[in-house]
């Protein structure tokens, strides 16, 4: 028999973690001197203890690994609960990899351009999309805000129960310098009757993950995109659909300081 001590090195393991072991019946000891108190294990339970420390490495709670030990779960059990723990390990990876990929971003911005970017990307996963769309082109760049504006009306005049605010999308990063397409989609739940000849359609945008910035003030966007652009090719994605302007907040009537609007780009890792 080996005396705790002994037995805390071989399996490296401090006294204290036996004992506690001993206290919740994860690993007993063979033998307690009735007078002294005193620990004894055998060699054979270093098999144990050796097991004990490897789902522990693994991350598992001391009552999953006290199942797993005891093999109270049958084989068919025990491969779910090992391939849902490895998935949970995968997702909180893929977490810390996010985490580490937006401070070197920031590093990348105090080191290379002496100050933090005004533009804050967020990377998220929208969900499938019911919308009102409308499209059109703009004769020239100048036009563009007059061509969102007309399509706005367009879509407007269903009265429909919006689910978020409106967008524009865009199908070129860099507009062409003439007859610049351009879509206006009002998201909706509503059932809508269409009149079939006024250019409006029903469309579903497909689920996408995006990376966004919002910017707020007057409708000098460029730089928000330029920002957001250069993000993602920064960090291995690619743009993969049409780019987005997302109307927060924005009246006619208002201090343009006080619009807000969210740009969008769908991307993939490369």
């Known amino acids: 028999m080996l005396k705790i001590g002994e037995f805390a090195v071989l399996a490296d393991m401090s006294i204290k973690t036996l004992r506690y072991y001993d206290d919740i019946g994860l690993l007993k000891p063979i033998h307690v001197d009735p007078e002294t108190g005193y620990r004894y294990y055998a060699f054979a339970q270093l098999a144990r203890a050796y097991r004990l420390a490897s789902f522990k490495n693994m991350g598992l709670a001391l009552n999953e690994i006290s199942d797993l030990l005891d093999e109270s779960m049958t084989l068919g059990p025990t491969r779910r609960f090992l391939k849902t723990k490895r998935a949970e390990l995968d997702a909180a990876l893929r977490t810390l990899q996010d985490q580490i990929a937006y401070l070197d ?80 989609a009002q998201p909706t739940d509503s059932n809508v009757r269409l009149q079939g000849n006024d250019g409006v359609a029903e469309r579903l945008l497909p689920a996408m993950t995006v990376a966004a910035v919002i910017h707020t003030g007057p409708k000098d966007m460029a730089p928000g995109w330029v920002a957001l652009n250069q993000w993602i090719h920064r960090n291995d994605y690619k743009i993969v659909g049409p780019f987005r302007e997302i109307f927060l907040h924005e009246t006619s009537d208002e201090d343009p300081e006080q619009y807000a609007y969210e740009l969008q780009f769908p991307i993939l890792k490369k």
């Open 105 to 184: 971003n920031k590093i990348y911005e105090v080191e290379i351009e002496g100050r933090m970017s005004s533009y804050e990307v967020m990377v998220k996963r929208l969900e499938p999309m019911k919308v009102l769309v409308a499209g059109g082109a703009a004769p020239l760049q100048k036009d563009v805000g007059d061509t969102i504006a007309m399509l706005k009306a367009r879509i407007a005049t269903y009265h429909v129960y919006p689910t978020a605010p409106v967008m524009a999308m865009f199908l070129d990063y860099l507009h062409p310098p003439r007859d610049i397409p351009i879509e206006v």
